[in-house]
């Protein structure tokens, strides 16, 4: 391996409320795949790859023959799982272009609930059983512990007892989501600010979560298109270079245990990306990530080594990740909550944005850009992205 | 004691891996034979040691509120009117290492709080399906 990789081509489709898509999930796929191709500057045929992750409907050989691909030359995907992998995809596409397997790999995610039914909910596609619950759910669901909410919400309460974090931080992290989300078109919060007392006001889904803690379920889809440096220094957009890429997991971050129970599983990615890259978190201009909810994205941020998590609360109060002349600008294009939940990979091509210079938040002179992935499940992923090689 | 969340509530599958944990009327917790270490839920192999050789520890059933997550909105029609209720996460004291989802009954879901200690009850409910007695663990708020 000596060139980089780069992202040369991102795609999206317009976002909808959860049901909303007047499209079927493989025709959003198509459509944010086919506008990344013409984001680079190559035709839906000159694709050579693909790479998903959590996303079993939308399968290769089924976009092969609707893009007209002659040559397929890759395909693979990560652990089923959900958007704790969408930088782990990223790292696939970015490690076979750079084997030299493939010359254009999209990596995408699309998704139509209307038409599949709810993700991440008991009763949708994972199923109640007919009244039993079988393997690990057997010692959860018979206790209401169901969704990604609950579980999350048991490792955030341990984490704000542990550290004296109140709900405000949380509160912070929501806000942010939402103000920077005012200024992008695309964004299904735009024109919908939320305020402190909103927020407060607003019921609970599963304490410490209120409404606005969670991400909301939407449709559409997004896409990027990765080759090499050199083929994406000809293309028609300035190529946004993948620095390095990780994931992590921990010994015995499988199961609940007293050590690691207040944990998003982003330490040892952490470790990972930054022993990788050879930076660090004040090297970051820009940073998205996934906001499945807001107090695991309060855990990861310590975890990624942004702050201690005794100091957390105070590093996301005051406004500290709003705009971009935030402390930190953070989720710049409204992040899951308040631009459009696409399982996260709508947070890669803001990533991508923030390098050429055309978010709807532009932080000035981006060189580094990171991406983390969904908080509270392994293995965790996260990516840097650069402007120069 | 009847069930927390109702006699129609969704039960466990009974397989080989839970079967002690649900049934044995005794708060079981898999251990390693070789390095004695505990791991919840059972996996196939020690995750300390690598041992296939793993039993089934009776613990006197007392333990701690590690953490406590009150769930007021109802992601299930029948848990409409069982909202809120709190799902714990416990530490058992002749188990270290260990964590245990439950419930807690002998105290209001707001007021359930990390540290708190726990005694293990049970619910009993029949298995139509595998005929057995099932002996779900739950907790007691102890004061
Ligand atoms: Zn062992």
Not at chain 1, 317 to 341: C, D, H, I, Q, R
Request: aromatic letters at 8%.
């Amino acid at each position: 391996m000596n060139d980089k990789a780069a992202i040369c081509g991102i795609g999206e489709t317009v976002y909808y409320n959860r049901g909303d898509s007047p499209h079927t999930e493989f025709q959003l796929a198509c459509m944010a795949i086919t506008a990344a191709a013409d984001d680079a500057g190559i035709a839906p045929d000159e694709i050579d790859g693909f790479v998903t992750y959590s996303d079993n409907r939308n399968g290769p050989t089924r976009l092969s023959a609707a893009l007209g691909i002659q040559n397929l030359r890759f395909a693979a995907t990560t652990w089923p799982g959900g958007g704790n992998s969408v930088a782990g995809a990223m790292q696939i596409a970015e490690s076979a272009v750079r084997a030299g397997y493939a010359n254009n790999i999209v990596v995408f995610r699309a998704i139509a609930q209307g038409q599949f039914g709810r993700f991440g909910q008991a009763g949708g596609s994972s199923g109640m059983g007919g009244g039993y619950m079988a393997g690990g759910a057997a010692f959860s669901g018979p206790y209401g512990l169901l969704s990604p909410a609950q579980r999350c919400a048991l490792r955030t309460a341990r984490f704000m007892h542990d550290h004296d974090i109140s709900q405000e931080a949380l509160c912070d992290i929501a806000m942010a989501c939402y103000a920077n989300a005012q200024s992008n078109p695309r964004a299904l919060k735009s024109g919908k600010p939320l305020t402190r007392e909103q927020y407060h006001a607003s019921r609970w889904i599963v304490k410490p979560y209120h409404l606005y803690d969670c991400c909301p379920e939407n449709d559409g889809a997004a896409a990027s298109i990765i080759t090499t440096a050199e083929r994406a220094r000809d293309r028609k957009n300035k190529p946004a270079y993948i620095t390095g890429a990780a994931q992590g997991d921990g010994a015995s971050y499988s199961t609940l245990t007293p050590d690691d129970l207040a944990t998003s599983f982003y330490t040892p990615v952490a470790e990972n990306l930054w022993g990788y890259t050879g930076l660090e978190p004040k090297d970051m201009d820009v940073v998205q990530f996934y906001e499945n909810f807001t107090g695991a994205v309060l855990i990861a941020l310590s975890e990624m080594g942004f702050a201690p998590p005794e100091g957390i609360e105070e590093f996301v109060s005051g406004g500290a990740l709003v705009g971009p002349e935030a402390k930190l600008p953070f989720n710049t294009s409204g992040g899951n909550l308040a631009e459009a939940y696409i399982h996260g990979f709508q947070l890669i091509n803001e990533s991508v944005r923030q390098i050429r210079g055309t978010s709807t938040c532009q932080v000035r002179n981006v060189e580094h850009a990171l991406t983390v992935g969904g908080p509270g499940y392994a293995p965790g992923s996260a990516i840097v992205l650069g402007a120069s090689q | 004691m009847k069930r927390v969340l109702g006699d129609n509530w969704v039960l466990p599958a009974l397989d080989d891996d839970n079967r002690a944990f649900f049934t044995s009327g005794k708060l079981v917790v898999q251990q390693c034979s070789q390095c004695e270490k505990f791991q919840h839920a059972p996996e196939d192999i020690c995750q300390s040691c690598q041992s296939f050789e793993l039993h089934n520890f009776e613990s006197q059933g007392q333990g701690k509120v590690e953490s406590v997550a009150v769930v007021d909105h109802a992601i299930h029609p029948s848990l409409k009117d069982k909202v809120p209720y709190a799902i714990v996460a416990v530490s058992v004291d002749d188990a270290p290492g260990v964590l245990i989802v439950g419930n807690v009954i002998g105290k209001a879901p707001d007021d359930i709080r990390i540290g708190d200690n726990v005694s293990v009850v049970f619910e009993e409910v029949d298995d139509e399906r595998s005929g057995e007695r099932l002996t779900i663990p739950q907790w007691q708020a102890v004061q």
